[in-house]
């Protein structure tokens, strides 16, 4: 099999195809239909003609967090806070971006009046996360506080366009600070459609981190060190993904957050818990069939991802045909449909 560098899933993209903005309606976004010999321009909304009566669509239903921040230290130099997880009632683990940083013990006085405290690095004492005490529940203090947090190549400030649309119409479990970007495209006319030809669904959860965005910096993917995100799969879902294989239906996940899930839990057995699964060509799928994603950024992980799961050839050449056509990339663009590749 060959050796895959990171510099493989490299491409040129022009800047004016990274969209800035949401599709005027979710469904309306483009469709690459990407399971045969030859791609297929669709639009969205024309998903639930492209799965049968019995196909099992998997969702993450985790919910973004107005995760971002802003603040000062007692010297006045302000800083940004990324809040990565909640861990306690009041603590927190969050990324900071600071001209200096301070010492453990530094009160920070955050934008809307509460103060963060420093109890020092995450997950240990060279962790490359920060540990805070805020002086009150953390979610209630970013609901009233915080900003959508968009991701880096979204060049605008957060506004109350991105508090409804950087979040699927199906959130229910706060916790992610990027939003399962392959899910925004569905709306409640897509997902009756879906219902009524007879596709059932389930849900999973995923807390996206901001890893999701970090680059791979090293060329030899074995010495990559993934991100650990926390995931879920219910009993419900265990359930449903049962009776879609005894029906002969196929396990469809809607984004590469509920590939990672499932396929973690394949693995491992557990439920629930952390994984830092990286999932690189040559790895074995056992569950998921289909996979919808949206367009991911050169050098990424996703891009290993979907990769791993279509065919490399065949996932760079439809990137081609997106360039081409004219697609729109990354979070708030359009979407792809894909296959598992035969072993």
């Given at each position: 099999?060959?050796?895959?560098s990171?510099?493989?899933f490299?491409?040129?993209?022009?800047p004016?195809l990274?969209a800035?903005?949401?599709?005027?309606?979710?469904s309306?976004?483009?469709?690459?239909?990407?399971?045969?010999?030859?791609?297929?321009d669709?639009?969205?909304?024309?998903?639930?003609?492209?799965l049968?009566p019995?196909?099992?669509?998997?969702?993450n239903?985790?919910?973004?967090?107005?995760a971002?921040?802003?603040?000062?230290?007692?010297?006045?130099?302000?800083?940004?806070?990324?809040?990565?997880?909640?861990?306690?009632?009041?603590?927190?683990?969050?990324?900071?971006?600071?001209?200096?940083?301070?010492p453990v013990?530094?009160?920070l006085s955050?934008?809307?009046?509460?103060?963060?405290t420093l109890?020092g690095?995450w997950?240990?004492?060279?962790g490359p996360?920060?540990r805070?005490?805020?002086?009150?529940?953390?979610?209630?203090?970013?609901?009233?506080?915080?900003?959508?947090?968009?991701p880096?190549?979204?060049?605008?400030?957060?506004?109350?366009?991105?508090?409804t649309r950087?979040q699927?119409?199906?959130?229910?479990?706060p916790?992610?600070?990027?939003?399962?970007?392959?899910?925004?495209?569905?709306?409640?006319?897509?997902?009756?459609a879906?219902?009524a030809?007879?596709?059932e669904?389930?849900?999973?959860?995923?807390?996206?981190?901001?890893g999701?965005?970090?680059?791979?910096?090293?060329?030899d993917?074995?010495?990559?060190?993934m991100?650990?995100?926390w995931?879920?799969?219910?009993?419900?879902?265990?359930?449903?993904?049962?009776r879609?294989?005894?029906?002969?239906?196929?396990?469809?996940?809607?984004?590469?957050t509920?590939?990672?899930?499932?396929?973690?839990?394949?693995?491992?057995?557990a439920?629930?818990?952390?994984?830092?699964?990286?999932?690189?060509?040559?790895?074995?799928?056992?569950?998921?069939?289909l996979?919808?994603?949206?367009?991911?950024?050169p050098?990424?992980?996703?891009?290993?991802?979907i990769?791993a799961?279509?065919g490399?050839?065949?996932v760079?050449?439809?990137?081609r045909h997106?360039?081409?056509?004219?697609?729109?990339?990354?979070?708030?663009?359009?979407?792809?449909?894909?296959?598992?590749a035969?072993?």
């Amino acid at each position: 099999m060959r050796h895959f560098s990171t510099s493989d899933f490299d491409f040129e993209l022009p800047p004016e195809l990274i969209a800035q903005h949401p599709a005027p309606e979710r469904s309306a976004s483009r469709l690459l239909d990407g399971r045969g010999p030859d791609p297929i321009d669709r639009i969205f909304r024309e998903l639930p003609t492209l799965l049968d009566p019995g196909d099992l669509l998997v969702f993450n239903d985790t919910q973004v967090l107005k995760a971002r921040l802003f603040g000062e230290k007692p010297s006045g130099g302000k800083l940004e806070l990324l809040v990565e997880r909640v861990i306690g009632e009041r603590e927190v683990v969050a990324h900071m971006k600071v001209s200096k940083k301070p010492p453990v013990g530094t009160r920070l006085s955050m934008q809307g009046g509460f103060t963060a405290t420093l109890l020092g690095r995450w997950p240990d004492d060279d962790g490359p996360l920060f540990r805070l005490a805020f002086d009150d529940e953390p979610h209630a203090l970013m609901a009233r506080h915080g900003h959508v947090p968009l991701p880096p190549y979204i060049e605008h400030a957060d506004s109350a366009e991105d508090e409804t649309r950087y979040q699927t119409v199906f959130a229910r479990r706060p916790g992610a600070v990027a939003a399962p970007t392959a899910a925004l495209h569905f709306d409640d006319a897509v997902l009756g459609a879906l219902a009524a030809r007879g596709i059932e669904r389930a849900a999973v959860t995923l807390h996206v981190g901001a890893g999701t965005f970090q680059p791979v910096k090293t060329e030899d993917l074995a010495a990559h060190r993934m991100h650990s995100e926390w995931y879920e799969v219910p009993e419900a879902t265990q359930q449903a993904i049962d009776r879609a294989r005894a029906r002969g239906g196929r396990i469809v996940a809607v984004g590469t957050t509920t590939v990672r899930t499932l396929e973690s839990w394949a693995r491992s057995g557990a439920a629930s818990g952390d994984t830092d699964i990286f999932i690189t060509p040559g790895f074995e799928f056992r569950l998921v069939d289909l996979m919808l994603t949206n367009f991911h950024l050169p050098r990424s992980t996703l891009m290993m991802l979907i990769s791993a799961f279509a065919g490399y050839e065949p996932v760079m050449a439809l990137y081609r045909h997106a360039i081409a056509q004219r697609y729109r990339f990354f979070s708030y663009g359009d979407a792809m449909l894909l296959a598992r590749a035969s072993s």
